[in-house]
């Protein structure tokens, strides 16, 4: 019957099941980045239609087509990477002869200058936890730690007693890829760091051993969940609330030490960043705040 007909599912459907259980079965990806794949190539399959295979063409059509969806550049390049993963399976598996996706540039990131604090805003930060309570005295070392160093907070809860050299004043952290790195700690940090392990430490482990330099009052590691918490609760106190994230103090340290006179390069290795163009992102928060000095303090701004 007329009403039972359905259209032909496109031909490159086969590719993708094939694609998507060589990365359950062979990757073993979770399920959540499983689902964003599956969900990338749903969109992708239905623009093509019975377009198969692509070429680099037909590719940045699609692109353009995500870019008048309203997608962010963050998105679409994260479509873009599924694509390349795809096609470089295909490439293998003998499927495809070339990747068309291998010529395409993958749109800028960034778009929006990430959020940091000034530097009253970070005094009021550092200053906000209770230093005649042990967590008190451990939050204040975490929070002038983070803000010395530029970690992130995944590295920041894992740093060990044994990383960090209070008399050479560097720490040793282990950053993505396993990359490790000494990052110079300053005297304020130095110093917040010694008070917690006088006073606040030991009170918390009750004589319980522990390799992690920050602990809760269980004796544990601290997690990056609960560092996030605490966070929310002292920006919530001080009234630096809006989207204030463990990020945003990283994001603070980069710009600071930039705004000081820091090189672009001491300041990618500080952060742990493999490609020196993620940190010129920070090059962008400079030009954005001197473009405001000069439109506000220059008589023909």
């Known amino acids: 019957m007329l009403g039972d007909r359905t259209e032909p599912r496109p031909a490159v459907s086969p590719q993708i099941q094939a694609f998507l259980q060589f990365c359950r079965m062979e990757k073993g990806l979770s399920a959540n980045s499983l689902s964003a794949y599956s969900s990338d190539l749903e969109r992708f399959r239905n623009f093509l239609g019975d377009r198969w295979p692509p070429d680099t063409e037909v590719l940045r059509r699609y692109l353009d087509h995500l870019y008048g969806a309203g997608l962010s550049s963050r998105s679409i390049a994260r479509h873009l990477t599924t694509l390349r993963n795809l096609f470089g399976f295909l490439v293998r598996e003998g499927s495809m002869a070339s990747d068309p996706s291998e010529h395409l540039r993958a749109p800028r990131q960034w778009q929006t200058i990430p959020k940091f604090l000034n530097l009253q805003q970070i005094e009021q930060l550092i200053g906000a936890p209770d230093p005649t309570r042990p967590v008190g005295l451990r939050d204040r070392a975490m929070l002038q730690l983070l803000y010395a160093t530029g970690l992130r907070v995944s590295e920041l809860c894992r740093v060990g007693i044994s990383d960090l050299n209070l008399e050479l004043g560097v720490l040793r952290t282990m950053g993505k890829g396993n990359k490790q790195r000494l990052v110079p700690v300053g005297k304020d940090a130095i110093r ?86 993620t940190t010129q992102i920070y090059t962008h928060v400079m030009r954005s705040r001197l473009r405001r000095v000069v439109e506000q303090h220059h008589p023909r701004g």
């Open 192 to 277: 917040a760091v010694r008070e917690y392990l006088e006073s606040g430490r030991s009170v918390l482990l009750k004589r319980r051993a522990s390799r992690y330099l920050f602990v809760t009052g269980r004796g544990g590691c601290l997690t990056r969940q609960a560092f996030w918490k605490l966070l929310a609760g002292y920006g919530r106190k001080t009234g630096i609330f809006h989207g204030l994230t463990p990020h945003v103090l990283r994001h603070s340290f980069a710009t600071h030490l930039l705004e000081g006179g820091a090189d672009l390069r001491s300041v990618q290795l500080m952060l742990g960043h493999a490609d020196i163009s």
